[in-house]
């Protein structure tokens, strides 16, 4: 089983919708969550920090729950410019902080 | 500045060059990341530097050599690639590594080709 685990999508979305992506993580070591997005051959950037009370950020709110080892990411009123891979990122605490990815999530926003 | 650089952009080598990736930070980072990307993957964590000493290894075959001459600077120097090596590296730097958020800040990336 993968540390961390996303539907690779594709999700197609038209504009203005809202749409939700999860991710699974495996290792009950898991210290700290992130979502990150990537555009097509540039480096990932960081979208926000997940948190134990969730958090919002605009369009984009993201949830943790630590009972079921996952996390959430919603986007409401989609844009254009959401296409991205949207990454789960996870820290492990095994003695040192490990990063570890998941495969992403393609998000194509049409209008 | 929350600015992570990387050189060069591109880099075509043969299998029995040495060449260098640079990475450089002027955040006060003290924890330094090299992955490598390929396409249509995540990025995979090769090294992590935490107060310019390699903290984490993950396993890279020795063709691949990283250093860290001071704390804005990471080097991953390169001998005897192959082609499979060919891929995206990225360099990444955080505030600190022994945190529990610690927020990773990534360069452009260098793309590698080994012919």
């Known amino acids: 089983r993968k540390e961390v685990e996303q539907d690779p999508g594709p999700f197609n979305v038209p504009e203005g919708a809202t749409v939700a992506f999860n991710c699974t993580y495996s290792?009950?070591?898991?210290?700290?969550f992130f979502w990150y997005r990537q555009d097509c051959r540039k480096e990932p950037k960081l979208l926000m920090s997940?948190?134990?009370s969730g958090n919002e950020d605009g369009r984009f709110t993201a949830q943790l729950n630590r009972a079921s080892q996952y996390i959430s990411l919603l986007i409401r009123d989609s844009k254009l410019s959401d296409s991205a891979t949207y990454l789960c990122?996870?820290?492990?605490?095994?003695?040192?902080?490990?990063?570890?990815f998941g495969a992403g999530t393609r998000l194509f926003v049409k209008a | 500045d929350t600015e992570v650089t990387q050189t060069p952009k591109h880099l075509v080598m043969g299998m029995t060059n040495k060449k260098s990736l640079k990475c450089e930070q002027h955040?006060?980072?003290?924890?330094m990341y090299w992955y490598k990307q390929k396409a249509k993957k995540p990025p995979e964590l090769m090294f992590v530097?935490?107060?310019?000493?390699?903290?984490i290894n993950e396993s890279v075959p020795s063709r691949f050599s990283p250093e860290c001459p001071n704390s804005s600077l990471l080097n991953l120097h390169l001998h005897a690639l192959q082609p499979e090596d060919s891929a995206l590296y990225l360099c990444?730097?955080?505030?600190?590594?022994?945190?529990?958020?610690?927020?990773?800040?990534f360069g452009p990336g260098t793309r590698l080709t080994v012919l």
């Open positions: 990444a730097s955080s505030q600190e590594q022994r945190r529990a958020y610690n927020e990773q800040f």
């Open positions: 290792n009950s070591a898991s210290q700290s």
């Open positions: 997940v948190y134990s």
């Open positions: 990122v996870v820290t492990l605490n095994t003695g040192g902080f490990k990063t570890i």
């Open positions: 955040m006060g980072h003290r924890a």
């Open positions: 530097y935490s107060y310019e000493k390699l903290s």
